[in-house]
C-alpha cells in the first residue's frame, strides 16, 4: 500500500531528512506543541480542492455547497464561506454552525429526511437558498411551518434515482431501498403537490446517489434519470429551475483513483449542454472531496504487544476520534511522523486504540518500525472523523489545528474532563 503516493501530496510530503511534513510545517513538531490525538489540516489543501469545483464551473449558473457534516468546525467553514462556497446543511445545529461561520443564507440548501419543524422555522426565518424535501409528508409540514410564520419555502424535491452509485452499502443512497429521497415513481406527484401549496415556490430538483463514488459514470447516469424526470414533470405543467446533483465525489485513501472534480463538472455540464439544459441553475454538494484528504490525525505509540499469530500498536487516538475503520472496515494510511533509522526492524501490527471494543482498530495488518513515544500520522481523516467523533470510553475529543505556509494555529481546544461532566447532573 505504502508504494502510493501520500493522500493530500504535495501537500503532505516528506523533507530530506525523512520528517513528514505538512505544507512548510513538521507535524512531528505539532504533536509534541499540541499533544495528541491531534487533527491537523492545511488551509491550501482545502482551498485548492473548492478551486478545482468552482474552475469546473466556471462561467456557468453553479453554486458549490460545502455538505457540513464532512468537517464542521467553525474555521473550516468559515475559509469555505470567505472562499465564495455556499453550503448543505442537514439540521438545526448545522445551520446555526454555517451561519456563525459568516454562509450567506441564500447559499444554504437543507437535506435530510428527518427535518423537524423547529428546524424548518429557523432555516426559514434565517433565509435559506432551499429545502431539499425528501418526502411528501415533509411537503406538507414545511407548508404548513411557512403559512405559520408568513414566509414562502423554497423547495427542491429530492428523488430517489434507483442507481447504483458502487459504494459501500451503508453510503449508498440513490437505491430504491434506501430511506433516501422521494421514489422516481412518485416525483411528480410530489412536485404538483408542491406546486398547489401557497407556502411552497417550487424551485427545483435534484438527488444525491451515495458518498465516496470513485467513477464518474453513476452520477451521469443519475443525471440521465433526473433530466427525464424534469422534462417529463415541466411538460406536466410544473416548471422546474435548477438541479441539484449531491455529493458524493470520492477520494483516494489508498489506490482509488476517483475523477478530479473539475473533470467530472465538465462532464456533468456537457452531458446538460447535450440535453439543451445548459443553462440551468447546477448545484453541488461536496463533502469528503473538499476535506478528507487535508488532514490527518496524529497520535502516539502507547505500547507494542508482539505475538506470535498477531502483533498490535496500541497508539492514543481510537475509534472515538476516527470512527470510519470501526463503521465500514475502512482503509486509511498510516505513517510515522519520523522515517525509522536505516536497518530498524519492522513488524506488522494490527493498529489499534485504547477503547474497551474489538472493533478499535485504525489500521490492520500496517508494516511498521517503531517503539513507544513515536508518533504516527493516520492519512485522510479530514472528513467524516472529527465531525463523527463521539467520547466513548468517556474520552474527551482531540483538538484540531490549522496550517497554512509555515503558520499554525488551534481551531479546536482539546476537550477537557470538565467539557465532559458538562450539563450532568448527579
Ligand atoms: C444530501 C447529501 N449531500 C451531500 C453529501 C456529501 O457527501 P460526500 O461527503 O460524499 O461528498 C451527503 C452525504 O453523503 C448527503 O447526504
Ligand atoms: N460517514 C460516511 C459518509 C456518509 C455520508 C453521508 N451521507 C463516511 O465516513 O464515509
Given at each position: 500500500m505504502?508504494s502510493?503516493p501520500?493522500?493530500?501530496?504535495?501537500?503532505?510530503?516528506?523533507?530530506?531528512?525523512?520528517?513528514?511534513?505538512?505544507?512548510?510545517?513538521?507535524?512531528?513538531?505539532?504533536?509534541?506543541?499540541?499533544?495528541?490525538?491531534?487533527?491537523?489540516?492545511?488551509?491550501?489543501?482545502?482551498?485548492?480542492?473548492l478551486?478545482?469545483?468552482?474552475?469546473?464551473?466556471?462561467?456557468?449558473?453553479?453554486?458549490?455547497c460545502?455538505?457540513?457534516?464532512?468537517?464542521?468546525?467553525?474555521?473550516?467553514?468559515?475559509?469555505?464561506?470567505?472562499?465564495?462556497?455556499?453550503?448543505?446543511?442537514v439540521?438545526?445545529?448545522?445551520?446555526?454552525?454555517?451561519?456563525?461561520?459568516?454562509?450567506?443564507?441564500?447559499?444554504?440548501?437543507?437535506?435530510?429526511?428527518?427535518?423537524?419543524?423547529?428546524?424548518?422555522?429557523?432555516?426559514?426565518?434565517?433565509?435559506?437558498?432551499?429545502?431539499?424535501?425528501?418526502?411528501?409528508?415533509?411537503?406538507?409540514?414545511?407548508?404548513?411551518?411557512a403559512?405559520?410564520?408568513g414566509?414562502?419555502?423554497?423547495?427542491?424535491?429530492?428523488?430517489?434515482?434507483?442507481?447504483?452509485?458502487?459504494?459501500?452499502?451503508?453510503?449508498?443512497?440513490?437505491?430504491?431501498?434506501?430511506?433516501?429521497?422521494?421514489?422516481?415513481?412518485h416525483?411528480?406527484?410530489?412536485?404538483?403537490?408542491?406546486a398547489?401549496?401557497?407556502?411552497?415556490?417550487?424551485?427545483?430538483?435534484?438527488?444525491?446517489?451515495?458518498s465516496?463514488?470513485?467513477?464518474?459514470?453513476?452520477y451521469?447516469?443519475?443525471?440521465?434519470?433526473?433530466?427525464?424526470?424534469?422534462?417529463?414533470?415541466?411538460?406536466a405543467g410544473?416548471?422546474?429551475?435548477?438541479?441539484?446533483?449531491?455529493?458524493?465525489?470520492?477520494?483516494?485513501?489508498?489506490?482509488?483513483?476517483?475523477?478530479?472534480?473539475?473533470?467530472?463538472?465538465?462532464?456533468?455540464?456537457a452531458?446538460?449542454d447535450?440535453?439543451?439544459?445548459?443553462?440551468?441553475?447546477?448545484?453541488?454538494?461536496?463533502g469528503?472531496?473538499?476535506?478528507?484528504?487535508?488532514?490527518?490525525?496524529l497520535?502516539?505509540?502507547?505500547?507494542?504487544?508482539?505475538?506470535?499469530?498477531?502483533?498490535?500498536?496500541i497508539?492514543?487516538?481510537a475509534?472515538?476520534?476516527?470512527?470510519?475503520?470501526?463503521?465500514?472496515?475502512?482503509?486509511?494510511?498510516?505513517e510515522?511522523?519520523?522515517?525509522?533509522?536505516?536497518?530498524?526492524?519492522?513488524?506488522?501490527?494490527?493498529?489499534?486504540?485504547?477503547?474497551?471494543?474489538?472493533?478499535?482498530?485504525?489500521?490492520?495488518?500496517?508494516?511498521?518500525?517503531?517503539?513507544?513515544?513515536?508518533?504516527?500520522?493516520?492519512?485522510?481523516?479530514?472528513?467524516?472523523?472529527?465531525?463523527?467523533?463521539?467520547?466513548?470510553?468517556?474520552?474527551?475529543?482531540?483538538?484540531?489545528?490549522l496550517?497554512?505556509?509555515?503558520?499554525?494555529?488551534?481551531?479546536?481546544?482539546?476537550?477537557?474532563?470538565?467539557?465532559?461532566?458538562?450539563?450532568?447532573?448527579?
Amino acid at each position: 500500500m505504502n508504494s502510493f503516493p501520500l493522500p493530500g501530496a504535495p501537500v503532505f510530503h516528506r523533507s530530506e531528512n525523512g520528517a513528514l511534513m505538512i505544507e512548510d510545517l513538521g507535524l512531528d513538531e505539532l504533536a509534541q506543541e499540541h499533544g495528541t490525538p491531534l487533527f491537523v489540516y492545511s488551509q491550501a489543501a482545502i482551498e485548492s480542492a473548492l478551486s478545482a469545483w468552482q474552475r469546473g464551473l466556471a462561467g456557468r449558473d453553479a453554486l458549490v455547497c460545502y455538505a457540513v457534516k464532512a468537517n464542521s468546525s467553525q474555521a473550516i467553514l468559515s475559509l469555505l464561506a470567505q472562499a465564495g462556497c455556499g453550503f448543505d446543511i442537514v439540521s438545526g445545529g448545522e445551520l446555526a454552525r454555517a451561519l456563525a461561520a459568516g454562509a450567506e443564507p441564500e447559499k444554504i440548501v437543507f437535506s435530510g429526511v428527518g427535518k423537524t419543524r423547529r428546524e424548518m422555522q429557523a432555516a426559514l426565518e434565517a433565509g435559506i437558498g432551499c429545502f431539499n424535501v425528501e418526502s411528501e409528508a415533509e411537503l406538507l409540514a414545511l407548508n404548513d411551518v411557512a403559512a405559520a410564520c408568513g414566509l414562502t419555502a423554497p423547495v427542491s424535491i429530492r428523488v430517489n434515482p434507483d442507481v447504483d452509485a458502487r459504494t459501500h452499502p451503508y453510503i449508498s443512497t440513490g437505491l430504491r431501498d434506501n430511506k433516501f429521497g422521494i421514489a422516481h415513481d412518485h416525483a411528480l406527484a410530489a412536485c404538483q403537490l408542491a406546486a398547489s401549496l401557497p407556502g411552497l415556490r417550487v424551485a427545483g430538483i435534484g438527488c444525491h446517489i451515495g458518498s465516496q463514488i470513485t467513477e464518474a459514470a453513476p452520477y451521469l447516469d443519475a443525471l440521465e434519470r433526473v433530466l427525464d424526470l424534469l422534462e417529463a414533470i415541466e411538460a406536466a405543467g410544473v416548471p422546474l429551475g435548477q438541479i441539484d446533483l449531491g455529493g458524493g465525489l470520492g477520494i483516494a485513501y489508498a489506490d482509488e483513483t476517483p475523477p478530479a472534480a473539475d473533470a467530472l463538472c465538465q462532464l456533468l455540464l456537457a452531458r446538460l449542454d447535450a440535453r439543451g439544459h445548459g443553462q440551468r441553475r447546477l448545484i453541488v454538494e461536496p463533502g469528503r472531496a473538499l476535506v478528507g484528504n487535508a488532514g490527518v490525525c496524529l497520535t502516539e505509540v502507547l505500547y507494542l504487544k508482539p505475538g506470535e499469530d498477531k502483533s498490535f500498536c496500541i497508539v492514543d487516538a481510537a475509534m472515538n476520534d476516527v470512527p470510519r475503520p470501526a463503521l465500514y472496515e475502512a482503509f486509511h494510511r498510516i505513517e510515522p511522523l519520523q522515517a525509522a533509522a536505516e536497518g530498524a526492524p519492522g513488524r506488522v501490527y494490527d493498529v489499534v486504540g485504547p477503547v474497551c471494543e474489538s472493533g478499535d482498530w485504525l489500521g490492520r495488518r500496517r508494516l511498521l518500525a517503531v517503539q513507544p513515544g513515536d508518533r504516527l500520522a493516520v492519512f485522510s481523516a479530514g472528513a467524516y472523523c472529527m465531525s463523527m467523533a463521539s467520547n466513548y470510553n468517556s474520552r474527551p475529543r482531540a483538538a484540531e489545528v490549522l496550517v497554512s505556509g509555515d503558520m499554525a494555529r488551534v481551531i479546536r481546544q482539546r476537550e477537557t474532563i470538565e467539557d465532559l461532566l458538562r450539563g450532568e447532573l448527579p
